[in-house]
């Protein structure tokens, strides 16, 4: 029987691991380099790299400058390009629901969602 901070950390790695894929093909959809992306970002320069080999997990304020210089808003990063349509975004909501209340107000605080 599984415990439920294991269901949670389980979670926590697919969300990192959708991050990563989107931030790759995000970034080479825009043939940008991962040494430019940490210019742009003014973080070190070895930085992007080590998040896309899942070695490190930027800050909110870091994913916040990585989508403004891939003209990406934030919250796409977090979409499981897999997930399909009202799917994807249950799953999303739902684990945003399991987030600690402070960290789901910071969540909500810095995403913003286009107003077609």
Request: aromatic content about 8%; charged content about 25%; glycine content about 6%.
């Amino acid at each position: 029987m599984s415990s439920p901070l294991l269901a949670i950390s389980l979670e926590i790695m697919d969300l990192k691991q959708i991050f990563i894929f989107n931030l790759r093909r995000f970034r080479h959809e825009r043939g940008i380099s991962q040494f430019r992306l940490a210019e742009l970002c003014d973080t070190a320069t070895n930085y992007i790299g080590e998040i896309e080999l899942g070695r490190r997990f930027p800050s909110l304020r870091l994913i916040e400058k990585i989508g403004q210089a891939l003209q990406v808003e934030p919250y796409r990063f977090f979409i499981d390009a897999s997930g399909s349509g009202a799917e994807g975004l249950e799953e999303t909501i739902g684990f945003l629901a399991k987030l600690p209340d402070k960290m789901k107000l910071n969540v909500i605080n810095r995403i913003s969602l286009p107003l077609d």
